[in-house]
């Protein structure tokens, strides 16, 4: 099954995750199909918390990929976000 679901990079204390297409049967940190965005969660001044390529995840959810529920909040926060700009 291909699952949606983020990737954890970064140093210590100072992580930031890439959202990734995947074989779910692969390992957190392992290859990836595609990465679709990336999320910084200790974002700061002009840094960019979050980006996504959504035609991409729309793709990929078409295809039936499943998200972990974490990335399905994230882009749900995403699209009201572009929605208001």
Known sequence: M???RLTRRGAKNQPYYHMV???SRRRQGGA???QVGFYN???R???TELRLDLPR???WLGQGAQQSER???LIRSYRKQVAGA
Do not use: H
């Open 21 to 23: 297409v995947t074989d």
């Open 57 to 59: 995840i729309d793709y």
């Open 32 to 34: 990836s199909i595609e």
């Open 71 to 73: 990335v399905q909040a």
């Open 45 to 47: 001044g002009n840094d």
């Open 41 to 43: 969660p200790r974002a």
């Open 2 to 4: 291909v699952t949606i």
